[in-house]
């Protein structure tokens, strides 16, 4: 019997649901050969037990909208989709409103766990910059949207979460622990880790009440001239100090963004105010505005709010707080049509080229900017790129934690089975 063979006999041994994988089941454009449906933390465990007997490389998958980030897999037999996934009773969410916890699982979207939240006026305060996103798909790929300013990104939020290692070993670290793997914090060592490192099927967070109002306050900023003139530095430099204003306010917005879809006009900034005295307090930060343009307070969020500037080539900038101006002054010297959007007092901004930009001009555009940023102690991530466009870049950057992220991924995954080759320098 073919190896192959075996091995899909093997799965659906399991009793878990398998189905052959389709053309838009691939991950980075490399298909898998099967899809698992597991629908709990011990079927997920059987599937990575005949995965290591049968030495099947395995991706883990949400919602699937963010396949494409991060390099193609090596190679790719199983995909594991989390869409089915319960908690022991059943439930996808355990809530426990009185300690403001909750336990979700990993293929759960993250809208409708607020929404079973908001029945109890409490949210996760984690805004996701995509239109879509799972629980285990946010974390996996440690995306965080306008809030992180207040409340801090999901590794912060995060208080417990259950994984399948590579061998089938199931592992709890942080809240309803059951059994912890000595000397790791696994909330944080699976945040951001794409996939690399196992399965992620469960996940318990710290929550907020959910504020009585919010308030945007919105200022649009003069054009910003030719880049590198007098009058575009001056025009950084105004937007610098209405963001540090911002930062530092007693009105403590709980966000504050950018958006500037031409850098050869002027950018948007607007901050969200929300709780108590939400109105005074965003009066108080339309005054501040005031001073730059003719400010104005919504009900409603911008259209543009907690959404990415574009999604066929994407990249996140980031940089300390202090150099988010000089950052800025990069993106804008390279002279391409980018449009940039994000989090700017966080300093955690997304770029957005358009689709039909030259290879050469994609390159040039990463190189020089993130010899820039590293100056600024910071970095450029290529989340998002047609694979012609992407062939020959570096999608992650250098990194200093490249020898501890090759010892992690030792430990964890020694056969190099889980998402082989999707994170940086080929983990």
């Not at 670290?173 to 790791?184: D, F, L, P």
């Not at 948007?268 to 939400?278: D, F, H, I, P, Q």
Request: with cysteine; glycine share 12%; net charge negative.
């Amino acid at each position: 019997m073919k190896a192959p063979v075996k091995a899909l006999r093997a799965l659906r041994e399991t009793g878990v649901t398998i189905r052959e994988a389709t053309p838009d089941d691939a991950v980075g454009g490399v298909p898998p050969r099967w899809v698992a449906l597991p629908e709990n933390t011990g079927e997920v465990a059987a599937l990575m037990r005949v995965s290591a007997a049968h030495d099947l490389a395995v991706v883990p998958v949400g919602d699937g909208t963010k396949l494409g980030w991060g390099d193609p897999p090596e190679r790719c037999d199983l995909l594991i989709d989390t869409c089915c996934l319960l908690l022991g009773d059943g439930s996808a969410v355990e809530h426990s409103s009185g300690d403001l916890v909750a336990r979700a699982v990993a293929g759960l979207p993250l809208d409708v766990l607020n929404s079973t939240l908001s029945r109890s006026r409490q949210e996760l305060a984690l805004d996701s910059p995509l239109p879509a996103g799972t629980v285990g798909g946010t974390l996996a790929t440690a995306v965080a949207g306008p809030r992180r300013f207040r409340y801090g990104t999901a590794r912060d939020l995060l208080i417990g979460i259950t994984v399948v290692l590579a061998d089938g070993t199931i592992a709890t670290s942080g809240g309803n622990v059951v059994k912890n793997v000595a000397g790791y914090d696994l909330g944080k060592l699976f945040t951001g880790s794409y996939g690399t490192l196992g399965v992620i099927t469960e996940a318990t967070f710290r929550l907020h009440p959910i504020p009585a109002a919010r308030r945007w306050v919105t200022v649009d900023l003069p054009a910003a001239a030719e880049p590198g003139s007098p009058a575009a530095r001056a025009a950084l430099a105004a937007l610098d100090g209405l963001v540090t204003e911002l930062a530092a306010s007693r009105a403590e917005p709980s966000a504050v963004e950018l958006e500037w879809p031409d850098l050869t006009g002027g950018p948007v900034v607007s901050a969200l105010v929300e709780g108590v005295a939400a109105d005074a307090r965003a009066e108080a930060v339309r005054k501040s505005m005031d001073e730059h343009g003719s400010a104005r307070i919504t009900a409603e969020a911008p259209a543009w709010w907690s959404a990415p500037p574009g999604e066929e080539v994407l990249l996140e900038l980031r940089v300390p707080p202090a150099a988010a101006h000089p950052a800025l002054r990069a993106v804008a010297a390279r002279g391409l049509p980018a449009r940039v959007r994000g989090s700017v007092a966080s300093a955690v901004l997304l770029v957005a080229l358009p689709g039909d930009v030259g290879a050469a001009e994609f390159s040039g555009f990463v190189t020089d900017v993130r010899d820039d940023l590293r100056r600024l102690g910071g970095g450029l991530t290529v989340l998002a790129a047609p694979p012609g466009l992407a062939h020959g870049i570096d999608r992650w950057g250098p990194s200093g934690a490249l020898p501890l992220m090759r010892r992690v991924k030792e430990r964890f995954d020694p056969d190099r089975r889980m998402s082989p080759g999707r994170f940086a320098g080929g983990i």
